[in-house]
């Protein structure tokens, strides 16, 4: 079995794959910060209560966007595992050319997506991924990472307004009823939602219409991705698991290579 691991800004997920099947998958929040004695500990307490034993763990893969918990997170592993991590940057195999102005400015999670994307859907494919913030990307028939657009996630969004603001109250982030909202709270849920739309859609065409693709295959990931595609008809396919396939994908071109070890 392996176990990947995607660090956001505001959740870690992890995921179990037994070949090519997903056993399980939890996630922590990535904002208070632990040692490495707490995720082993944490990670092992997840383990068991999917009955996994850590001896059953036969390789590791992190993906992040937060390189201040990198060396705790890899040295749980190391310890509590007994397994060094492959770590997704540069030097790693992952089938995929960046083919961008600065490739070291991609970030892991993008690339992540990339792989899988074209793994599975082929290419081109623009994948919107529905995190902290919400990235939409092209991978190309060629296997390249060729543009990317990086907006303010919902949640982002949410926070800025509430915390910006003297009176406006934070709001459970859904969809309202109606966007003609007549009180404070869907006023908000409206603003934040129907805007995320509207965002979407106008970007995918966008997208579609400067790359000369406007059948291009869009595949959306993330938290929220499952709310916004049922509401966007230019998104062809949820993949809520798209980051923890494509982190797989990537540690099996690299198994047969000693993991190096992590810098930060």
Same mark, same amino acid.
């Given at each position: ?5 995607? =660090? ?7 995921? =179990?794959?037994?070949?090519?099947? +997903? ?7 990535? *904002?208070?910060?632990?040692? /490495? ?17 850590? #001896?059953? @763990? ?25 397994? *060094?991590?492959? !770590? ?21 999670? +993008? ?18 991924? &529905? ?12 296997? #390249? &990472? ?7 996630? @919902? ?22 009823? /109606? ?16 805007? *995320?739309?509207? *965002?979407?859609?106008? !970007? ?30 230019? !998104? ?29």
């Amino acid at each position: 079995m392996v176990l990947v691991i995607d =660090v956001g800004n505001t959740n870690m997920t992890y995921g =179990v794959w037994d070949g090519e099947k +997903l056993v399980t998958s939890f996630r922590q929040t990535t *904002q208070n910060p632990h040692t /490495s004695d707490e995720y082993g500990t944490m990670i092992l307490s997840m383990l068991h209560a999917a009955s996994i034993t850590r #001896e059953a @763990i036969e390789g590791v893969i992190i993906g992040s966007v937060v390189p201040n918990v990198m060396h705790a997170l890899t040295s749980a592993c190391i310890r509590y595992l007994g397994r *060094q991590p492959y !770590i997704v940057g540069p030097g790693i195999k992952t089938g995929i050319s960046i083919i961008t102005e600065n490739p070291r400015e991609i970030g892991p999670d +993008l690339i992540v997506d990339s792989v899988a994307a074209y793994e599975i859907y082929g290419g081109p494919t623009l994948v919107v991924d &529905f995190g902290t913030a919400t990235t939409y990307t092209i991978v190309n028939e060629r296997a #390249e &990472f060729c543009a990317g657009v990086v907006c303010p996630g @919902i949640r982002i969004s949410a926070a800025a307004l509430t915390g910006g603001t003297a009176k406006l109250p934070e709001v459970e982030i859904k969809k309202p009823a /109606s966007i003609l909202a007549q009180e404070t709270v869907s006023s908000i849920q409206a603003g934040l939602i129907y805007g *995320q739309i509207g *965002q979407t859609k106008y !970007i995918i065409n966008e997208m579609r219409r400067e790359y000369g693709a406007p059948d291009m295959k869009v595949v959306a990931t993330g938290g929220l991705g499952r709310l916004i595609s049922e509401e966007t008809e230019e !998104i062809d396919v949820y993949d809520p698991d798209l980051t923890l396939t494509g982190l797989r994908l990537i540690y099996e071109k690299n198994r047969r290579t000693k993991p190096a070890a992590e810098s930060d």
